[in-house]
């Protein structure tokens, strides 16, 4: 890589850099352990099953998980909102969802709905990227059996209200997925608060982890039902074909990632206190945002809120060009386009061709945001007198 200006603005998508304590610990794992885990006896595998069940009694306890089986671990975020859907979704049912899912969600959902499998019902998002809680609900009928609703969009930041919809469900048969990407290890996530039966969410956003990490929490009084979505060894019950049916083994096929929940098992250890933590997510939200707001003829989509993911765009200049002048005059490293956000994006009126999104993070230092922000306004300005 050169040693041009790198200023990273495409935290939502994942965070860098990683701290040098989980780059280490990746290292040292494949240096000195690098053996699988729930595979073998011997003293190396069992350092290495330590350090897959550190992560999972620490995120249980992030989320305020009652146990730690509760907890699986996917490739990323994707393979594990998947394993949620496939696990409790069945021929017949039908599926509530918000037009500010991810593809991760919409696309699994869509296909099951176009094979005629299930219903799918999407609720629409305002213009402020948020749904209302009474659409959202108004839309659960009695064969409803899930209802998915992320934490916060990728593509405003906007939070959704997860607690209000989940604690209107509790006594109902629907079940509550919700897709914590986003928000996991920068506000705090609460499967109690929430109510939730499901959450999912990837390590490598703001919770610091590498690419490769994801964990998927499912409700113990779900645990009988639900059904595996990919199969393979364990490193139990090899005698049976059958899956075992105890979690987390059931959702765990395959090798796990042991390097990459290594470093991140470091970076969950950093995180410290999360109330502070989504303080310091919250100033540089204010920062970015006002800056961005201030600037005239630059249309914002994001609102104020504790997470620094800012949606803008500039008449008359497509997001991906506004992102490769970025790059390339600036050194500065944003995303343009859909953001994998299919929806959202006709609620918002950005539909064409979607937005320019700036996405920063707790590190991201004050001077890097003033730099982007004068970037951008220079930007908006040559557009306007030209
Ligand atoms: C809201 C949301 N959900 C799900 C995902 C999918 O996560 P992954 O990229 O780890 O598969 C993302 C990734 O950007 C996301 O922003």
């Not at 040292?28 to 699988?36: E, L, P, Q, S, T």
């Not at 996530?189 to 039966?197: A, I, N, T, Y």
């Not at 395959?254 to 109330?275: C, H, I, R, T, Y």
């Amino acid at each position: 890589m050169s040693d041009r200006t790198r200023i990273y603005l495409d935290h939502a998508a994942t965070s860098w850099p990683k701290s040098q304590s989980v780059l280490h610990a990746m290292l040292d794992f494949a240096k000195n352990c690098g053996v699988a885990a729930g595979r073998g006896g011997y003293r190396s595998a069992v350092d290495a099953e330590r350090i897959v069940t550190g992560v999972r009694k620490e995120i249980a306890k992030l989320i305020e998980a009652s146990q730690s089986d509760t907890i699986s671990f996917h490739a990323n975020g994707t393979a594990a909102l998947n394993a949620a859907i496939h696990g409790v979704v069945r021929d017949g049912d039908h599926v509530v969802a918000s037009a500010a899912e991810h593809n991760s969600v919409l696309r699994p959902l869509d296909n099951l709905s176009r094979e005629g499998r299930i219903q799918l019902t999407v609720v629409p998002v305002g213009t402020d990227g948020c749904v209302n809680s009474d659409a959202f609900l108004r839309a659960i009928q009695t064969n409803t059996r899930l209802a998915v609703l992320t934490h916060a969009s990728n593509v405003t930041g906007a939070i959704q209200p997860v607690a209000e919809v989940g604690k209107a469900l509790r006594d109902r048969r629907t079940l509550l997925l919700c897709d914590a990407a986003q928000s996991f290890g920068a506000i705090p996530v609460s499967v109690q608060d929430f109510h939730v039966d499901l959450l999912a969410a990837p390590g490598h956003k703001s919770s610091g982890g590498p690419l490769g990490t994801a964990f998927l929490y499912v409700a113990p009084e779900l645990h009988d039902e639900f059904q595996p979505w990919m199969m393979g060894g364990t490193g139990s019950q090899s005698e049976s074909l059958e899956m075992p049916n105890s979690m987390p083994a059931k959702l765990e096929a395959g090798n796990l990632n042991v390097p990459a929940l290594a470093g991140w098992s470091k970076a969950l250890f950093e995180l410290g206190d999360m109330q502070e933590r989504m303080h310091q997510h919250r100033r540089v939200a204010e920062i970015l945002l006002s800056g961005l707001k201030a600037i005239p003829n630059l249309k914002c989509y994001s609102s104020e809120g504790p997470l620094p993911i800012v949606s803008v765009n500039c008449d008359g200049l497509a997001p991906t060009d506004f992102a490769a002048i970025l790059d390339s005059e600036f050194g500065i490293e944003a995303r343009a386009g859909l953001h994998c956000a299919a929806l959202i994006h006709d609620c918002i009126g950005t539909g064409n061709e979607g937005t320019l999104r700036l996405s920063a993070s707790a590190s991201t230092s004050e001077k890097d945001i003033h730099y982007a922000v004068e970037a951008v306004a220079q930007i908006v300005g040559e557009m306007t007198d030209s």
